[in-house]
T-cell receptor, first 114, second 110 residues
Framework: EADIYQTPRYLVIGTGKKITLECSQT?????MYWYQQDPGMELHLIHY???????EKGDLSSESTVSRIRTEHFPLTLESARPSHTSQYLC?????????????FGPGTRLTVT | RKEVEQDPGPFNVPEGATVAFNCTYS??????FFWYRQDCRKEPKLLMS???SGNEDGRFTAQLNRASQYISLLIRDSKLSDSATYLC???????????FGAGTQVVVTP
């Protein structure tokens, strides 16, 4: 089992609030990722990090921001939540194994903005 | 055009039957290939990597066809617990970024 954790698991919040979604992994992986997934739809990469102090925007534009101050921690922040941010947010980390990368996913945070 | 395309299904399969489905990828420089499984409202989990020579893991067989740029997954002797969405995943760089397909839904019925 992968040791990657996300909190909160569910969040219902009003428009305009600032929120931070937490993601932590205890596997020492350098690479971490944030995905957004709407019900029944595909995953979209919104942020990734190759290591401490490295962050990049993903394929899907997002108003969220991320930071990577410690290897094990990769929080995602929305400064002002809007209903359009309602979605599931999945965090992942990866390691190279036998020349290829396997990503381990956290259980996700289901965000609802009212 | 999407980088990874899959038939969304659903593939309705009687228990014990065999089901197979493909996914196509657009980038000929793609390096690594995987099948992930995602249960409803859960996170994706790696099912198996796909190797050039094809590979088998129990009832699951994966094939790669680089010339035609597709990978396939075959499930033999389907179990009710195989009901899930199967995600085709491709890497195109050496940094571990994955490109996910939208998934193929498989429903195994008693």
């Amino acid at each position: 089992e992968a040791d990657i954790y996300q909190t909160p698991r569910y969040l219902v919040i009003g428009t305009g609030k600032k929120i931070t979604l937490e993601c932590s992994q205890t596997m020492g992986h350098d690479k971490m990722y944030w995905y957004q997934q709407d019900p029944g739809m595909e995953l979209h990469l919104i942020h990734y990090s190759y290591g401490v102090n490295s962050t990049e925007k993903g394929d899907l534009s997002s108003e969220s921001t991320v930071s990577r101050i410690r290897t094990e921690h990769f929080p995602l922040t929305l400064e002002s939540a809007r209903p359009s941010h309602t979605s599931q947010y999945l965090c992942a980390s990866s390691e190279m194994l036998a020349g290829t990368y396997e990503q381990y996913f956290g259980p996700g945070t289901r965000l609802t903005v009212t | 055009r999407k980088e990874v395309e899959q038939d969304p299904g659903p593939f309705n399969v009687p228990e014990g039957a065999t089901v197979a489905f493909n996914c196509t990828y657009s980038n000929s420089a793609s390096q690594s290939f995987f099948w992930y499984r995602q249960d409803c409202r859960k996170e994706p989990k790696l099912l198996m990597s796909v190797y050039s020579s094809g590979n088998e893991d129990g009832r699951f067989t994966a094939q790669l066809n680089r010339a035609s740029q597709y990978i396939s997954l075959l499930i033999r002797d389907s179990k009710l617990s195989d009901s899930a969405t199967y995600l085709c995943v491709v890497t195109t760089d050496s940094w571990g970024k994955l490109q996910f397909g939208a998934g193929t839904q498989v429903v195994v019925t008693p």
